[in-house]
């Protein structure tokens, strides 16, 4: 089974699930995350320089056997690269660990303050006027750091990856996104997994005979979000991507939509980073 995509603003066809890399060490372990997610049917690979596993990955995108045209490949500018130079050589150090001729989405990890983000944003522009990325966006930008983006860009933001799981899931700012044509991807999907043993989604979850990590990534699926579980476990990996064979009901949609219960799990863009 393959993962269905979302057709981002510029035409680009970006897979639903992907495998996030976020806590997964360099190395061996990076590298067998990947080749298991591929041969578990994965086209879609989420990394980040400030994650330290990029040669991993890029191991793993060699070795997996699928053609590299097939996969897409996401890293993320770290909040010291800030600034239009600073941002050009950032994505060069990225591509060269990566072991890649182009990156598929390169995302603004976290807003800062506006006007480097501006000058940053610039340099995101040139190298997507220079096909060195497919598509371009941002990571943790809230709704006034996406309308000081929108007001001045070029070329506008195809994707903004937020933190979003059942007890944290910021539907005014993905809302806003849909609106802005912005794909939202959902970080953190399984509430970096403290969200398993939920008992209201335990019962859902022994209704459809899944797991519970199944039930909330196909929750992220059916909100039209992308999602991007984290695991270096080959079993989990597998599970993870088993999600299109079964389907939530209304009542079970509406259930999980009620657990919104305001429960970050990672820092608050309005403070976390400000340089
Ligand atoms: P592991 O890598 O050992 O599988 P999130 O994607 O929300 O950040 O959650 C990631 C966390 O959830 C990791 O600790 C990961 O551990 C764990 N995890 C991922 N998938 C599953 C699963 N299917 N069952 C249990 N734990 C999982």
Redesign the pocket.
């Known amino acids: 089974m393959s993962s269905p995509s979302i057709v981002l603003s510029n035409g680009v066809n970006m897979p639903q699930v992907g495998i ?1 890399m ?3 060490p360099d190395g061996e372990t990076a590298t067998k995350a990947v080749q298991w997610a591929v041969d578990a049917g994965y086209r879609h690979i989420d990394t980040a320089m400030v994650y330290r596993n990029e040669e991993g990955v890029g191991a793993g995108v060699k070795a997996c056997g699928v053609p590299r045209e097939e996969l897409f490949i996401t890293t993320k500018l770290w909040n010291d690269d800030h600034g239009y130079e600073t941002t050009l050589k950032a994505f060069e150090d990225s591509r060269k660990r990566l072991g890649v001729d182009y990156v598929d989405l390169y995302l603004i990890h976290w807003p800062g303050q506006q006007k480097t983000f501006i000058d940053t944003w610039r340099a995101f522009e040139k190298l997507y006027e220079e096909k060195k990325v497919r598509a371009i966006g941002v990571s943790n930008f809230e709704e006034e750091h996406l309308e000081e983006l929108l007001a001045v860009c070029k070329v506008a933001p195809m994707v903004n990856q937020i933190e979003v ?1 059942p007890d944290f899931q910021q539907s005014k700012l993905c809302d806003y996104c849909k609106k802005k044509n912005i794909a939202v991807t959902s ?7 403290q969200l ?1 043993s939920n008992p209201t989604l335990t019962k859902i979850a022994e209704k459809h005979k899944r ?4 039930v909330i990534i196909r929750w992220h699926v059916q909100l039209g979000l992308i999602v ?6 080959h079993e ?1 990996i597998k ?2 991507f088993d999600v299109f064979s079964f389907e939530l009901d209304e009542s079970d949609l509406q259930t999980i939509n009620a657990m919104e219960a305001g429960n970050r799990v990672g820092p608050d863009p309005k403070k976390f980073f400000h340089i």
Request: hydrophobic share 35%; glycine share 12%; charged share 10%.
């Open positions: 996030g976020w806590q997964t799981h970080w953190s999907p399984l509430g970096q997994g398993l797991t519970v990590a199944q991007i579980p984290k695991s270096v476990n989990r599970a993870n």
